[in-house]
Nanobody, 115 residues
Framework: QVQVVESGGGWVQPGGSLRLSCAVS????????IGWYRQAPGKQRELVASVTSGGSTNYVDSVKGRFTISRDNAKKTVYLQMNSLKPEDAAVYYC?????????WGQGTQVTVSS
């Protein structure tokens, strides 16, 4: 059974950095398209960054230049490096893995940005 597990969340002051990890178990990781989503209280879940199986990346405008998504197929892991964090980046961050009919979500990891 394929599982998606996020880690790396926590508390950081504005301007700080965090690196989130998304580990996907099972076979064919290299064929999955991976997306990082976030959901703040009272707001809809939004796609923050994504990386395709071919390595193409995409970012929501609000994080461009601050966040970087990358994947390590050997480790079956996708990373989200978040720099220059702002209070409005605070949310639960979710990893989504898609491959053919599979659409898998992790349990989420909390990111808190405050002074």
């Amino acid at each position: 059974q394929v599982q998606v597990v996020e880690s790396g969340g926590g508390w950081v002051q504005p301007g700080g950095s965090l690196r989130l990890s998304c580990a996907v178990s099972g076979m064919f990781f290299h064929l999955y398209d991976i997306g990082w989503y976030r959901q703040a209280p009272g707001k809809q879940r939004e796609l923050v960054a994504s990386v395709t199986s071919g390595g193409s990346t995409n970012y929501v405008d609000s994080v461009k230049g601050r966040f970087t998504i990358s994947r390590d197929n050997a480790k079956k892991t996708v990373y989200l490096q978040m720099n220059s964090l702002k209070p409005e980046d605070a949310a639960v961050y979710y990893c989504n893995a898609k491959f053919v009919s599979r659409d898998l979500w992790g349990q989420g990891t909390q990111v808190t940005v405050s002074s």
